[in-house]
């Protein structure tokens, strides 16, 4: 099985400030997907952003980031001008080929603080 | 169109005692999975399905049955539930095309006492 690391279980960020959450992976496959999702305490999991292992540019969703290092198996989520309601719980995950039924794998998950 | 859905949302069960998880989906999506998600463990897969009349492990399946005889339809069942499946239960949905994303239902709290 694919292993996703968060290693960051509680980050704070100041309200308009950038923060970085960190995301690692494990695998051998190589045609991949990357993703980050959001969790608020309604439980809802929300899509941010997702990344193609194929493709070398990261993606960007408005105030959403990746930085993806394929060769590092890395994939951090810059969040820009932090806003009060992007406090939640963020988790990365990991899509396996289709070859293996896209499976995803999720990371422990990062609590996102946000100080007004 | 409601997407997602998962009845019920809430469930006490006593040890031993059986039940049937309902997920729904109304966007012809080919790929179903079932989830579960423990505090400090993120979300981990139960089973999932790629097709109609099709079912496969995930990570946890063990104490889990599912079935998928309707394409908008699959079921988690727990025939004798312990406490160790108290937990958030989690269904999604996705295409089979590679390039889009699964679509999550509102979850499921259970509660084995």
């Known amino acids: 099985a694919q292993t996703v690391t968060q290693s960051q279980p509680e980050m704070s960020v100041q309200e308009a400030e950038t923060v970085t959450l960190s995301c690692t992976y494990d695998?051998?496959?190589?045609?991949?997907?990357l993703f980050w999702y959001k969790q608020p305490p309604s439980r809802q999991m929300i899509l941010v952003i997702r990344q193609e292992a194929y493709k070398q540019q990261n993606a960007t969703e408005n105030r959403f980031s990746v930085n993806f290092q394929k060769a590092a198996k890395s994939f951090s989520l810059k969040i820009s001008d932090s806003q009060l309601g992007d406090a939640a719980m963020y988790f990365c995950a990991y899509r396996s080929p289709p070859a293996t039924g896209n499976q995803f794998y999720f990371g422990t998950g990062t609590s996102l603080t946000v100080i007004p | 169109n409601a997407g997602v859905t998962q009845t019920p949302k809430f469930r006490v069960l006593k040890t031993g005692q059986s039940m049937t998880l309902l997920c729904a989906q109304d966007m012809n999506h080919e790929y179903m999975y079932w989830y579960r998600q423990d505090p400090g463990m993120g979300l981990r897969l139960i089973h999932y399905s790629v097709g109609e009349g099709t079912t496969a492990k995930g990570e946890v399946p063990d104490g889990y049955n599912v079935s998928r005889l309707k394409k908008q339809n699959f079921l988690l069942g727990l025939e004798s539930a312990a406490p160790s499946q108290t937990s958030v239960y989690f269904c999604?949905?996705?295409?089979?095309?590679?390039?889009?994303?699964?679509?999550f239902g509102p979850g499921t709290r259970l509660t084995v006492t």
């Open positions: 999604a949905s996705k295409r089979a095309v590679a390039t889009y994303e699964q679509y």
């Open positions: 695998t051998s496959e190589s045609d991949y997907y």
